[in-house]
């Protein structure tokens, strides 16, 4: 088999989506992008799709991550640095929805972790896991609790770097401290 790689690190890339059909492609590198959603039908466009690098984007929610479960060939996935990969059962989640990925970040994927897994999200979990989302490009409607978080968010910040962090968060729909 022919290893074919498409590096799109350290751009400005917001949507994995629009893909032709690219059956040879086995490694993809989209690290340090802007990322906050992966279309559902990527399984179509990259069929072979073996490693997937997207470390350091903006994926906010384990919805954001459903395009990933059809990648019936995935074997190695890294989504460090991403908001989401601090979410309560982000790696159960992943690895329940991806059967097939065999490292998650760069740590191999144990077989109680699967079973744990299993036990966390078959059924009706799954689906109140991925509630919690919005739909790009459309209005978030927030709370006074919601504007209250942000508030005192923005007072808490210390630095320019937290400042834009919140601010990556706040585009990308997610409210600080959820």
């Known amino acids: 088999a022919v290893v074919s790689t498409q590096s799109t690190g350290d751009n400005e ?15 993809l590198l989209f690290n340090n992008n802007k990322v906050s959603k992966v279309a559902e039908d990527l399984y179509a466009a990259l069929p ?28 190695y996935l890294s989504l460090m640095r991403n908001p989401v ?17 065999r490292v998650l970040d760069y740590k191999r994927v144990r077989e109680q972790e699967r079973v744990t897994a299993r036990k966390l999200f078959a059924g009706k979990k ?15 409607k927030q709370t006074p609790a919601d504007k209250e978080a942000i508030k ?11 400042i834009r962090r919140l601010e990556m968060m706040l585009n990308s729909g997610a409210i600080p401290g959820f």
């Open 152 to 162: 005192a968010a923005i007072a808490k910040a210390s630095s320019l770097d937290e």
């Open 13 to 27: 890339v917001k949507k994995l989506d629009g893909f032709p059909l690219l059956s040879r492609l086995s490694m």
């Open 48 to 75: 072979n799709l073996e490693t997937l690098i997207l470390t350091g984007n903006c994926l906010e929610g384990l919805a954001d991550l459903r395009g990933l479960s059809k990648l019936s060939r995935l074997k």
């Open 85 to 101: 990969a601090a979410k309560p059962h982000y790696r159960s989640y992943v690895i329940y929805t991806c059967p097939s990925v």
């Open 126 to 140: 799954k689906a109140e896991a991925e509630a919690k989302t919005f739909t790009p490009g459309e209005p978030v």
